[in-house]
Every structure is written in C-alpha cells, then in structure tokens.
C-alpha cells in the first residue's frame, strides 16, 4: 500500500450549452458566407441595391456576433475582436480599416466616461451622492427604484446618456451593497442596473443633448423635406413618450424584477449616519466636480455655439481623463483596472457597425424591410419604420441605424399619406431604446459591469420592454402627438 494517496482533480463538466450557441454561430455564418448570390433589393423609386460578397460576409459576422454575444459564449470583448478577425481573415474589409474602429472617437468617449465614473467612487463622491438621495427616498426599495430612474433621467437632458450612467453607475454600485446581499445577484441588482441603462435611453431622446442621434436624424429631415426642427420643437414632442417610458419602466421592474425585500429597515438612518461621517468635501471630490462640471458645460455648450463644434466631444471628455492623472487623482492603479473588456464590447460594436454599412448591406437590409410596407397603411407603415430602427439600433450604432432607415423611410412615406414628422419621431423614439442586446448603447454596457445580471437575461427581460416601447410608440401617432398638433398624414401626391 502506497503511503500516500492523491485523488486525481474532478474533471469540470463539458458545457454543452456552451458549445451548441458557439458552432451554432459558426455554422450561420458559413451557411451565409458560402451561400449563392441574393437578390438585389429595390426601392419604390427602382433603384437596385446589390448585396456583393463583402456585403453578405458582413451579413454572415453580424449573425455570428450576435448569437455569441447574446449567450456569451466567450467574454464579449473577446467576441468583438473576432468581428475584426473575421473580417481580416475572409477578406470582407482590410484589417487597417476593420480594427482602427475599434479606436473610434465614440469609443474613446466610452473611455472617457468610464473613467469619470471611476473617479466618483474613487474620490468617494458616489457614496455621497447615494446616501444623500437615500437619505431623502427613504427605506422603501418601490422608491429607490424610483429615486435613482429619475436621477438618471433628469441628467439624461443635459449631458449624454454615456456619461449620465458612469456618472450614476458607482452609486448605484453602492446602493446595491447597501441592499446587504454582497456580491450576491439579486433582483433588486438587476432591476436597478438593467433599469438605470433602459432608463438612459428613454430620457436621452428628450433633448439633443442626451445623444448624437437626434443631431443626425433632423439634419437628414432638414435635407430631404426641406424643414427645420428647432432644439425646442423636438423636446416638445419627445418629452411625452421620453417620460412615459421612464414611469412605464419604472412598473415594468417592479413587475418583472420586484425586490425580494420590500423595504431595508433602518437604512434612511444609516444613511444619513454615514453621510454624517463623511464629513465636509475632500480636496479630490472638490477637483472632480469641477473637471466633470466643466467637461459637461463644454458639452452643453457645443449644441448652442456652432463655433464651438469644432472641438470634438471624445476630446473634451479625453482631456478630462489627463487632468485626472495630472491632479494625481488617479493613477498607473487606477488605469490597470479599467474593464477592458466593455472598452472591447463597443470597439467591436463600432466594427460591425461600420462594416455594415461601407459595404451597403444595412442598406439592403433596411431597403428590403420598408418595401415590404410601401402598400400598407400610413399607421402600420410608420410602426414598421419604428421596429427597424429598434432592432438595427441594436445591433449597430443609433446613429447609423437613422441614418440607414431615414431617408428610405422619408421618401416612401408620401405615397402613402404619411407625413416626414412622424416617421422622424418614431423612428427617434426606438432608435434610443436598444432594450435586447448590450452593444445598442453604452449605458447597456456599463451596467453589466455591475455583474448582477447575464446578457442572455438582458436580452430576455428586453423583449417584454421592447413591446412596451412600440406600445408607446403606437399610442403617440395614433392619440397623443396628434393632440399636440404634430402633422400625422399630408395628402397623396
């Protein structure tokens, strides 16, 4: 007998799940990549949009980081650099091109935004901003639902949605451990993440300062109907279903993601305790509040002072992040522990979004879509143009997702009685909703550093959301903009 027995390691379980989604998403893009030639598509006017083999290559990667990022197969930064390598390797865009977007200015400002949020907790300005709206929500967990969605909200029509939520997100990371579960996932966790992040996008159409997309879309309806939107006659209209969907949100998570508790006894007192012994502002918070007023001042102003357009957002939110080394508020730490790995999830987002539309297969795929409609109803033509840009937006970027639908939607919507307004409004309204997958916008992204919840539960919790938003948008161009006076149908030509 031996005088020592060792018992061989358990062998880890084969995840079979994990493999079946990982050659599921393989298999869907050879099926697409080899597959024969497809038609042209072919707008109402007989334009032909022809989709060539970097066209359908680009369909093909779509589909396979799509399948790979909603059951996370793999990290999904990892699943963004194979959108580069795909690209490279089955020749569809050079590498040059395909990788430097994933140094796009949009995601240095995600960066940049990260780090402001980063520079919160560290200064320990979160933990006062949390137990100060604690301190006056009160213990009710219905009401720091409620507290934090409209904070969210609120800064949502005055800086960018990006950095509304690395702004909130380390207070919310601190309401959560006040919740006394740890690290534990909890629904209270998801419900206050996945909100925060559905949340940010429905106050983010409210103004043209939540997001670049509400620039772009008026500057395509300024083009091709030859009318202006004024900065006031947007927020006019987008102010009702912007609000309207942050209270439906807030009843959706206090339907789906109730809290297991109802109220966290004692906490208003703590809460107050421990801003209480916080004491009066450190020199760190001080220098932070002034970088990030100044930075979103400068933001601000960019919309109200053409001369100031000049100067790019992603370099004024960059230039924030030197000062913050510079002040030694943060350090070579500090930019160790920046989660590349949501850096990497929109680097590869911007990827797949510019590769489908250099290629012209988000073209034909917009065009394919709205044809499909150009002999429906003027009501059932405008809801379609609204679920396209909503599934696009997800995928790829809101701002290409207006810029591919608009002006098809634009020109088809006469023939069928249906005025420019509307199409523009609704289109507006989902493109700054991508409820489905984390790559639709960067507050999605941000909020699944939280690690309370899996993207395959995002993307479930996001298909009853997304019912609600086109619920919302059906009961703006049927009652409600109509009672604001906005033109819903113009004569046939």
Request: proline share 5%; with cysteine.
């Amino acid at each position: 007998m031996p005088d020592e027995i060792l018992i061989s390691p358990e062998k880890p379980a084969l995840d079979w799940k994990r493999l079946l989604f990982m050659g599921i998403g393989i298999v869907l893009f050879l099926i697409i990549y080899y597959s024969s030639p497809w038609p042209d598509a072919v707008d109402p006017l007989g334009a032909h949009f022809p989709l060539d083999k970097a066209a359908k290559g680009a369909l093909a990667v779509f589909m396979l980081a799509g399948t790979w990022w909603v059951f996370e197969v793999v990290p999904i930064g990892v699943t963004s650099i194979m959108i580069g390598v795909l690209q490279t390797l089955f020749l569809i865009r050079p590498a040059k091109v395909a990788f430097s977007n994933f140094m796009d200015p949009s995601v240095g400002f995600i960066f940049g935004s990260v780090v402001i949020g980063m520079v919160f907790t560290k200064t320990g300005l979160t933990k006062r901003m949390a137990y100060k709206m604690l301190s006056i929500v009160g213990e009710k967990t219905s009401m720091i639902y409620l507290g934090c969605f409209l904070v969210t909200a609120v800064l949502c029509h005055i800086m960018a949605h990006t950095a509304v939520a690395a702004t909130v997100f380390p207070l919310l990371m601190s309401i959560n451990a006040l919740y006394g579960e740890g690290d534990k996932q909890t629904k209270f966790g998801k419900g206050l993440f996945i909100g925060m992040a559905y949340v940010a996008g429905a106050a983010s159409i409210v103004t043209l300062l939540g997001a670049a997309r509400g620039a772009v879309a008026v500057g395509f309806f300024n083009d091709i109907m030859g009318k202006d939107i004024t900065f006031f006659q947007l927020t006019y209209y987008m102010m009702v279903p912007g609000w309207l969907m942050v209270f439906a949100l807030w009843g959706f998570f206090m339907i789906f993601l109730k809290p297991e508790k109802k109220s966290i006894p004692g906490l208003k007192e703590k809460a107050k305790q421990l801003c209480r012994e916080m004491g009066g502002m450190n020199k760190g918070e001080v220098i932070a509040i002034v970088i990030v007023a100044s930075v979103v001042i400068a933001l601000g102003l960019r919309s109200f002072i053409p001369a100031l357009k000049v100067y790019h957002k992603t370099a004024i939110m960059l230039l924030a992040t030197v000062i913050f080394f510079l002040s030694k508020i943060l350090d070579q730490k500090d930019l160790e522990e920046i989660p590349w790995n949501i850096i990497l999830l929109f680097g590869g987002a911007m990827s797949i979004g510019f590769c489908l539309w250099e290629t012209g297969a988000a073209k034909w795929l917009a065009v394919n879509w709205l044809v499909m409609f150009q002999k429906s109803s003027g009501f059932v033509f405008v809801l379609s143009i609204a679920f396209f840009v909503m599934i696009m937006t997800n995928f790829i970027m809101n701002v290409a997702a207006i810029a591919i639908s608009l002006p098809v939607a634009l020109v088809i919507a006469p023939y069928l009685g249906v005025s420019g307004e509307v199409v523009l409004f609704s289109s507006l309204v989902t493109a700054g909703m991508p409820f489905l997958l984390l790559v639709g916008a960067a507050p999605n992204a941000i909020a699944y550093d939280s690690k309370q919840f899996t993207t395959g539960e995002f993307f479930m919790y996001g298909i009853p959301a997304s019912i609600l938003l086109m619920a919302c948008v059906a009961l703006c161009v049927a009652v409600i903009w109509p009672i604001m006076g906005m033109p819903i149908s113009v004569p046939i030509p």
